[in-house]
């Protein structure tokens, strides 16, 4: 295949992308249109959970495929159901909803709590409606997950801001306290700022938060769109800090690859009514047939165990990277990890890595100061191995240059 750039352009302008076309991928490998390989550490951004085409998701679909596509959500489908059962069965939640994107989950969420909040008022008999966030999170790219997001420059950028987001700041739980008042409903937070820079919130932080809004009648929201389905070493990141949150929203990792998300939460917490909630595709039995397929992965014995002892030896290692090219450190949980840098060098770092050669490594950079990693949750040690020498080698390369 030869790449077309006439052809390309027929696609809408939204991100800057190199010149190269992908057109397979195995595990932790992608292949691009001339034939080079590359080792993949953003995984669609850790979406990928097993990888590339695992086998488990192309049987799914196959099978799947031969049965029934889309009912429309006016019915039950087994595979739906299936997954929900699963996903309660191994959680704290009571109710699933399933959704195409992490966004739409997070605006279900929204809905969800603020429908909670004009069925237990203030004081005053009045609709609680604002929602507590942090600085530096990401939720979406819908105007309403925008505006619950943290991201600098988000406030502006399709202004005017759906109202109701006050912000706070990750691990310090005074700011939250000063900003409950008579409207506040929730409090909603990635237990891992992923986009962010990899911030985690510290186990002290989600239990004394979770003590917080107890004790103001408050929702507790978890967004584990990046940080959930095995990522951090737990099957939900919530589980680190043993709480109980009132709502979860999954993306990503729960459709190992395909459109699939979910807005879960307990028996009390789910008030919507008919007309309230919906979507066209949502829910459908090809991508939940898929999750199911997944789930199930992850819930195998040992494999849970197995992605801990690769965290801890990616972590291991990144450390040893940054002690020998005089680097700040790594920090993350579990398979979501980040090496801090120092200086702005990220994207730098980015563009050398994708065209080394004979094989590329594709890498990520939230911030001009630190590399993310995302790897599958079935990385081998030998791909971390071969990831830190190829990373290693263009630092090298950098240095060099600088010298």
């Given amino acids: 295949m ?35 390989r590359y080792l993949d550490y953003l995984q669609g951004w850790a ?13 799914a679909l196959v099978a799947q495929s031969k049965k029934l596509l889309n009912p429309s959500p ?8 299936e997954l929900a059962s699963l996903l309660t069965a191994n959680s704290c939640f009571d109710r699933v909803f399933f959704a195409n994107s992490g966004a739409e989950a997070n605006e279900g969420a929204i809905k969800l709590a603020r429908k909670w909040g004009k069925k237990n008022p203030n004081k005053a008999g009045q609709n609680r409606f604002e929602i507590i966030t942090f600085d530096h999170s990401f939720h979406g790219r819908t105007l309403a997950t925008m505006s619950a997001s943290g991201k600098p420059g988000w406030d502006t950028m399709f202004a005017p801001q759906v109202p109701g987001f006050p912000k706070a700041d990750l691990n310090d739980l005074a700011s939250v306290e000063r900003l409950i008042n008579e409207n506040t409903v929730a409090v909603m937070l990635e237990p891992v700022q992923g986009e962010g820079g990899v911030l985690p919130a510290t186990r002290e932080f989600m239990r004394d938060l979770r003590a917080l809004t107890k004790k103001h009648n408050l929702l507790l929201i978890v967004d584990e769109v990046q940080s959930g389905m095995g990522r951090t070493g737990e099957l939900f990141a919530y589980q680190l800090a043993d709480i109980t949150p009132d709502i979860m929203t ?3 990792g729960i459709g190992g690859g395909v459109p699939l998300a979910a807005l879960l939460a307990r ?3 789910s008030c919507f009514e008919p ?9 459908n039995p090809l991508m939940t047939a898929v999750g199911t397929a997944v789930l199930k992965t992850l819930l195998a014995p040992g494999f849970m165990q197995a992605v801990n002892d690769k965290s801890a030896y990616l972590s291991a290692e990144l450390v040893k990277l940054s002690e020998k090219h005089g680097l700040e450190g790594e920090r993350g949980e579990g398979l979501l990890r980040a090496l801090k840098l120092g200086k702005d060098i990220g994207p730098q770092i980015v563009d050398i890595a994708r065209e080394m050669q004979p094989v590329g490594l594709l890498l990520n950079s939230p911030r001009p100061n630190l590399l993310r990693f995302m790897p599958a949750l079935n990385v081998t040690t030998d791909e971390i191995d071969q990831m830190i020498s190829m990373l290693s080698s263009v630092l090298d390369q950098i240095d060099a240059a600088g010298k």
């Fill in 267 to 269: 028996e009390e917490v």
């Fill in 47 to 59: 979406v990928n959970a097993l990888g590339h085409s695992p086998q488990c998701i192309q049987d």
């Fill in 275 to 283: 007309g309230d909630q919906g979507g066209t595709y949502n829910g």
């Fill in 74 to 81: 006016a019915f039950f489908n087994a595979p739906s159901i």
């Fill in 2 to 36: 030869e790449f077309n750039q006439f052809a390309t352009n027929d696609l809408m302008y939204i991100t800057n992308r190199p010149p190269l076309v992908f057109t397979e991928g195995d595990g932790m490998w992608m292949t691009d249109h001339t034939g080079k």
């Fill in 250 to 252: 999954l993306g990503k």
